[in-house]
């Protein structure tokens, strides 16, 4: 169960725009191991969206991955040689048709936010799910719908065999979520990259969700990249967690160490900030500010200018991604802050945090 | 484009410097960037500036004709459009200078009457920009005020004045120029009743427009936030509904300038539009269409003077309305 | 006498609005030939009633179609009312014309969820702030302009952000746009529509503290739609809870949080995934979806949905032989229980289906008497193939003739927390009714 299948390394992704490049993806690095749920968590404009296509190599103009190794099971997605004077891609890495046949839909399948947009709404869903298992596996047409049925039966649609050939706009919200996973799984992937799935609907249906991906991956040992940013479903289903703030992992590690035993001041911070369901808080304890551009990124740590913990050194020192607790199981706890380096921050006087609102 | 899009969202969430999309200095920049937009607005420009001068020159050589003649250079080009030269001044029918029998004189010759072709040419200019521009701000006024209110309103104001604009659309405007002629001016015609015929003629096509902009506008939650804090109907659909509402109007008008001065020439070929001696295109189309054999330079120039300002009006509204469309990026 | 010198004064802690069987149906279809052919009517909100006192702050929550926004539009008279009365400050706002409520507007404002559409995009800061003021004739000009600058700054916000166009702002920033503008005329009432769901997390603690520094010193009263359970906890005083149309439960937030009393509150709160891993396994999940609100449930209407649901009187059940019943009833209204046909149209023997029925799902034997006869006819009637009277009559006797579906419940009950009342519309707690 703790095979490696995908690991990223040091992924970059810019976008060349207008006004400047952006550096969406600056330099991340996580891996994912069979079987497990890995939360990639983070505020809008993190870059968690812009990570997961470019490990499918989704990214199109005027974006550009533009560095890094993105391994999965032994092929190369992305690879980079370094020639001396420019970085260009390696000979091994799949070409775009193999990346089409052999690893999107059959291999790493993605689910994303709206499901309205992800379904045609002139097919019926029954046939969409259909069409996507016979593109994807060796089926022939009778044993693909035969299979459609099932999986749309298997994600908790009532009389699946009836509702085959409805039409999307007759399904609710929920209802199209499952159709999407249904359509994931029925290619049988290894990995599954779920792209905010549930943000859009009620917490009710979002809890039926939930139970069904947890469901489904026990039955299937399914691995999934679980892309969000309500620290409430990460808690409720990540093994491990990856913690974004303007296009890097500033902390990861296993899911109970990021609550309880927290490293990074933005994991901290972002903990402090959500009002709480279960408990009556009185104070709630926003991050001061908002996120700056990825166009011009603050120097040294990039969480400096909102961090409440920084001090002057922070300022000019990019801080390592390096291991910085122990963890129970040996799994690795890595966070990316100058309180964990020899650099002298201890000594050094706090910063005034001042913010524009 | 899912990628791009999500990044200009993120972009806009993490709350960066923003380029404005809106506003008369961002359109102004667009359709600099823009070539063929750019070559309209120029067409239109010239175009424009001569209708603007000649404007001045008619007013003088109508009033004090014999001054102007004193001058030599208007002795020289300029002669009046409207008066009909003293018998055997100067040949009728006469060719453009680089044929056979023309003369810098009249440098496109001369019409049946013996006047100037290039000084009509250019007078008719006048007419034609005055046409367009009221015919169609007439349409445009009209029907942004029916829209605006039929769609923000709904109901059974929407109802009634929709099939009221819908009635409209079914009269075709020759029918509308020629009712307006009868019975205003009891069957005399005159240019001001074709403008003023195809101007109306032209409002179901602006209100359907709007109104179908002005549905989903009035939806926005400014809105309805202005409503729920008390704003008054009418200054909702100045301040709010209208000017959210105006961009797709502004495009077609500037198309429908040119479709204006084409339907009016049209008219004026018919009969129903300018009338002798006024200086004309269509009219002088309708004047020279007996000479198309001895003298087809005579239908060439006008027809070349509406496809010149047609074009310049098209080309900029094209420009115009990529630099108002915010989904073309 | 105009309107706004009916006005009352209102003391803080006294009632400032009342809510009165409030009720809003649209139809579906309304068309000029609507009429002729009939049309559909969608009960968005149907018989609400709950009062708000001045100061406090109320939330309406309940998941998306429950009727929330309605209801508070309706409220405001931004859409007028089927049935029910409104009284803002002792006038009757239902007995009024719009123009007539028009200058009441200054006293009751609102703030919408997506602060991208909610700011008209070509006008400045500073005439969106002065909109309102402007409505209402209030101040001169240059008092507007330096008003409009203040509320900037309460806001927290600058100054110099009256020259720039909305687009210039980040989210959190434009909410707080939104704010100044509610702001503006000095209201006692702020309706907020999801006044936080669009922004992020971090930058949602900001604006909600915001919101709560200035209630404290200017005394708004809030109502507060939300679907959002946790930002309710935060900011609310009294929670009303919305389920497609009815208010299903109404207390005090440490009441309603830690005594939840209908099955669908206690539902939403299993629902909310709780942001600490150590506590996964507590979360419930509800079955189903919600119906659609053209024809609701009759009585309760969350009866179809419920864990809890009555049995009917006239059944004499277990506990356990009834949830065996409600299991069988939800199989066989989605069709989960299919046997295996021989072919395209022949049926089965009627002691096939029974026996796999009595192995499924009532392994301990059938319930007998009524419940019993009736769980026979469904089977020979999924043995004729006949699905549509087998669902037919479990929805009929099973479900429609349990006093959920024949009564509406409206129940107060006392409450555990706290001194207010708790308003519970459950029939399981019709014994604890005051």
Known sequence: MSDTILEVTDLKTQFYTERGVVRAVDGVSFDVKQGEIVGLVGESGAGKSVTTSSVLRLIEEPGEVVGGEVDYMGRTIVGFEDTGEELVPRDEMLTEAQMRDQIRGNEIAIIFQ????????????????????????????????????????????????????DYPHEFSGGMRQRVLIAMALGCRPNLIIADEPTTALDVTVEGQILELVNDLQAEFGTSFIWVTHDMGVVAEICDRVNVMYLGQIVEQGPVDEIFHDTQHPYTEALLNSIPRPDRTVDDLEPIEGTMPSARSPPSGCRFHPRCPDAREPCREIEPAFEQVAETADGAAHRASCLKHEEVGYWEAEPLEVEVEK | MAIGEQQTQEDEDSGSEFEPNVGWRHTLSKIKDDTTARFGLYVIAIVGTVAMVTTIDANLSTITFGRVENFTLAESVWYHPERHPDPGTTERRMPPFFVEGGSLEHPLGTDRNGRDYISRLVYGTRVSFFVGIVATGLGMIGGTIVGAVSGYYG????????????????????????????????????????????????????ARLIRSRVLSVREMDYVEAARATGVKDRDILRRHVIPNSFAPVLVLATLQIGVTILIVAGLSFLGYGAQPPTPDWGEMLRISHQYMHSNPWMSIWPGLAILITIMGFNLFGDGLQDALDPRIK | ?????????????????????????????????????????????????????????????????????????????????????VAFKGVELTERSQREIRPLRRDMQMIFQDPQSSLNPRMKVGQIIEEPMKAHDMYTKTERRERAKELLERVELKREYYNRYPHEFSGGQRQRINLARAMATDPDLIVCDEPVSALDVSVQAQVLNTMRDLQEEFGFTYLVISHDLSVVRYIADRVAVMYLGHIAELAEKEELYENPKHPYTQALLDAIPIPDPRSRDARGTLEGDVPS??????????????????????????????SQVRRFTRAVQRRTFVPEYPDEDAGLPVGEITDAVDADYFPEGRPDGEAGDIIDEVCRSIADREWDDAQKLVTERFEEASICATERPQYTIPAEFGTGDHDVSCHLHRDDAI
């Open chain 1, 114 to 165: 709206d499901p309205m947009e992800s379904l045609n709404p002139v097919y019926t869903v029954g046939g969409q799910v259909k069409e996507f298992i016979e593109l994807n596996r060796d089926l022939s047409g009778e044993e693909a719908k035969e299979e459609a049925i099932e999986m749309l039966r298997r994600v908790g649609i009532p009389e699946a065999a009836e509702r085959y050939g």
């Open chain 2, 155 to 206: 109901g059974w104001v929407d109802d009634v004045l929709m099939r009221a604009v819908e009635t409209l659309y079914a009269i075709p405007p020759l029918v509308l120029v020629i009712v307006f002629t009868v019975f205003v001016s009891g069957g005399d015609p005159d240019i001001i009743y074709a403008v003023f015929g195809v101007g109306i003629a032209f409002i179901p096509v602006f």
């Open chain 3, 1 to 85: 006498m105009s309107v706004t010198e009916a006005l009352a004064d209102v003391e803080m802690g006294e009632t400032l609005l009342e809510i009165e069987g409030l009720t809003k149906h649209f139809q579906s279809d309304t068309g000029l030939l609507a009429g002729v052919f009939g049309s559909e009517v969608v009960e968005a909100v149907d018989d609400v009633s709950f009062e708000i006192a001045k100061g406090e702050t109320v939330a309406l929550v309940g998941e998306s179609g429950c009727g929330k926004s309605t209801l508070a539009r309706t409220i405001l008279q931004l859409i007028e009312p089927t049935d029910g009365r």
């Open chain 3, 293 to 322: 609100p053209i024809g609701p449930p009759s009585g309760c209407r969350f009866r179809t949905r419920c864990p809890s649901l009555i049995q009917p009187d006239e059944l004499d059940l277990s506990p356990d032989d009834w």
